[in-house]
C-alpha cells in the first residue's frame, strides 16, 4: 500500500514537468502561446495521467 502511493505521487510529479515540456514544443513549433494554456494543459496532464495510472495499476495487480 505505502509503495503504491509513493509511485502514484512520484508519477504525478513527472507527469507535471513532462506536460510542461510537451505544452512548451508545441508553442515553440507553433510560434506563439496559447491563449488558454491552462486548459490545454490540463487536458495533456489529463490524458497522461489516465494513461500512465492505468498502466500502473495494470502491472502493480499482474500475477507474479
Do not use: C
Not at 502511493?5 to 515540456?21: H, P, Q, R
Not at 510537451?22 to 490524458?47: A, M, P, W
Request: net charge positive; no cysteine.
Amino acid at each position: 500500500m505505502r509503495l503504491e502511493i509513493i509511485v502514484y505521487t512520484l508519477m504525478g510529479i513527472g507527469l507535471y514537468f513532462v506536460s510542461d515540456w510537451i505544452l512548451d514544443r508545441i508553442e515553440v513549433s507553433r510560434g506563439e502561446r496559447f491563449k488558454n494554456r491552462n486548459i490545454i494543459f490540463f487536458l495533456i496532464i489529463l490524458t497522461l495521467a489516465f494513461l500512465s495510472f492505468s498502466l500502473t495499476k495494470f502491472l502493480l495487480l499482474a500475477p507474479g
